[in-house]
């Protein structure tokens, strides 16, 4: 069954301005434009989404997407999770309650549109409420903490997310898939989620997903074969755009040969 527009697809990228690692991340120049407008515009280009919106909680991120031309919902600063942010922005938007959305790390200015389009396709089944990404990884790589790891059961449902080394490879194992934080849910079970105390499991390992798995909301993983640079430092920064400057200069040349 194909994917059509008809259902109501929306995209947001929560924007904070505090970060314990990167303090203005969001604001960060990558060739003269802020990081959040790179984001954006990688978004957009998914065309099953009727609208992408920026979600921050800070003055000077909403004045910069106002210059930009960004659809951008100012949020309060007491959040504490993106999700959280999402939800107050969709409720000032007056979405309607059909609506699936999207949740875009802010801090992806390489994300490539064709994962969103993954992203998204699963809804076409009306039994889906939650989804995510995962990427097939190698045993090193999952012996990383802050590479979060998920397994699934037969039907591609998530039995768990860790930051250990899952599943424990007793046995030689290429199993490994190390979690993608992209996620989209209907709007109903964000709704669900926001009104769930934080569970155990999820203080533990300090995975809010978990809170979806706790109260037996089924998350439906979706293997990818992309991959993106998440930028948590000003180092990540850097190389992020080195990658970009490589991508223009390749485009310039194809555009004058």
């Keep these: 069954m194909p994917l059509t527009t008809s259902i109501p697809f929306y995209g947001f990228i929560p924007a904070r301005y505090a970060s314990t690692r990167f303090p203005g991340k969001a604001l960060a120049e990558i060739c003269g434009k802020p990081m959040f407008w ?68 802010g801090d992806e200015p390489l994300i490539n549109p064709e994962m969103l389009k993954e992203l998204l396709a699963p809804f076409k089944n009306k039994d889906i409420q939650v989804t995510t990404l995962a990427k097939q990884i190698s045993e090193k790589d999952a012996e990383n903490p802050n590479q979060v790891k998920v397994v699934i059961d037969k039907y591609n449902f998530a039995l768990f997310f860790s930051r250990s080394k899952i599943p424990y490879p007793r046995n030689k194992s290429n199993l490994f898939l190390g979690h993608i934080g992209l996620y989209a849910y209907r709007y109903t079970a964000l709704k669900k989620f926001a009104c769930l105390k934080r569970g155990e499991l999820e203080r533990i390992e300090s995975l809010e997903q978990l809170r979806f798995l706790e109260n037996q909301i089924p998350i439906y993983i979706v293997k990818t074969n992309y991959t993106s640079i998440g930028v948590d430092t000003p180092e990540d920064l850097e190389k992020v755009k080195q990658i970009l400057k490589k991508q223009e200069n390749i485009n310039e040349s194809n555009v004058g040969s």
Excluded: M, W
């Design 38 to 105: 790179h984001v954006y515009t990688r978004a957009k280009k998914c065309k099953l989404f009727k609208k992408v919106y920026l979600a921050t909680d800070h003055q000077l991120i909403f004045q910069k997407a106002q210059e930009l031309n960004i659809p951008v919902i100012l949020t309060s600063s007491t959040h504490k999770s993106g999700t959280d942010r999402i939800l107050e922005a969709a409720e000032k938007l007056a979405l309607p309650s059909e609506s699936v959305i999207a949740n875009i790390q």
